[in-house]
């Protein structure tokens, strides 16, 4: 192989990674998908003259890989929590007033959409994906690795060589759920009941390049990592991770008490609809990591986070359940 190839074929990489992520990450695409199209076929013209030199961030791993006998098994080193929940003013007052009591100073707030999909794990070492996890339950997670490798907005590779896990949610987007469902349909298979059952059923396929064309996407929320990286409030490490590349929501806001709580819950439950994924609530968190470490959490859930849930529709009449005749 050449210096000239080896250096085109890095370059390549680089700059349809750089191109990726200005289109699924800050939804800003800076070239037509034509031209990313061409640069990507010499890409992968270079992979299969020279497939010794495929760098492991190459966005061909984006296709998905031959399929796999089963999930393999993986234990949280950090068990995955869930959520403690509530569903009404008064339990948030609950959560407020027991924050406030058990924390030393003012105690600020972090509100976060709930995003309606399957919790993740994502672990980089050496700033590479390493391994990909369903939360499971909490303890034990299946491996999903092949099939992260897919989602667009999940960098393979970041720009500093760390040690991290990033946990989040994985998700399909509205307009991914209906086209699938479209397409189903027209193929005489069965639809898929609403977009969580979707990404859960794209996401654990054995077969990656099946997830690979369900366009599903993630937004992260929470790590475990290393206090030397300086990290101080989950307000401050969304911005981190943000700088890092990760997928995180424009949503996010930073909450004083249980008044700006309770505006946050009346917007988004009238904007919820008009958002391009499911939510089916809103999480709010102790902003500061050494008063959620005050707070500590229970064998199943933090002290220092509550879902506050939406109250269930009543399901809309849909238009094929009504009789006609
Ligand atoms: N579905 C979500 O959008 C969501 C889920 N979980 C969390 O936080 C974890 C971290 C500590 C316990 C729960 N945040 C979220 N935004």
């Known amino acids: 192989m050449s210096k000239a190839d080896l250096r085109r074929l890095v370059d390549l990489t680089d700059q349809l990674n750089q191109y990726a992520y200005q289109y699924y ?13 061409q640069l990507y076929q010499e890409l992968l013209a270079l992979e299969a003259q ?3 030199y495929v760098q492991a961030d190459s966005p061909s791993h984006r296709v998905g890989m031959l399929a796999q006998s089963g999930l393999e098994k993986v234990t949280h080193e950090t068990p995955m929590l869930s959520l403690a929940n509530a569903f009404n003013q008064e339990d948030l007052a609950r959560f407020v007033a027991s924050s406030q009591a058990a924390s030393e100073g003012p105690v600020t707030y972090v509100g976060e959409l709930k995003i309606d999909g399957l919790s993740v794990s994502l672990r980089y070492q050496d700033g590479r994906l390493v391994q990909a996890a369903t939360r499971g339950d909490g303890q034990i997670g ?12 999940v960098p393979l590779k970041l720009p500093e060589p760390l040690d991290i896990e990033v ?4 998700f399909m987007p509205k307009a991914s759920f209906l086209a699938l469902n479209q397409a189903r349909e027209d193929q005489g298979l069965p639809t898929f009941a609403n977009p969580r059952n979707s990404a859960a059923g794209s996401i654990r396929q054995l ?3 099946i997830t690979a064309q369900r366009k599903l996407d993630v937004f992260l929320y929470s790590g475990v990592f290393s206090p030397d990286l300086g990290l101080a409030s989950q307000s ?12 995180i929501n424009d949503q996010t806001r930073s ?28 999480v709010f968190k102790v902003d500061d990591f050494d008063q959620q470490a005050q707070l500590g959490h229970t064998v199943k859930a933090p002290r220092w986070a509550i879902a506050y849930k939406f109250p269930a529709e009543e399901q809309a009449t849909r238009i094929r359940d009504i009789e006609w005749t």
């Open 142 to 153: 299946e491996d999903i690795t092949n099939n992260v490798r897919t989602i667009a907005s």
């Open 207 to 209: 077969d990656s390049r």
């Open 236 to 247: 401050q490490m969304l911005a981190q991770f943000k700088e890092w590349g990760f997928h």
């Open 25 to 37: 990450v800050l939804d800003q695409p800076t070239i037509t998908d034509a031209e990313y199209d």
């Open 167 to 170: 946990r989040g949610e994985i």
């Open 255 to 282: 909450l004083t008490g249980l008044a700006d709580m309770w505006d946050f819950v009346e917007e988004m439950t009238s904007q919820r609809h008009d958002l391009p994924y499911d939510i089916d609530g809103i």
């Open 50 to 52: 020279y497939p010794d």
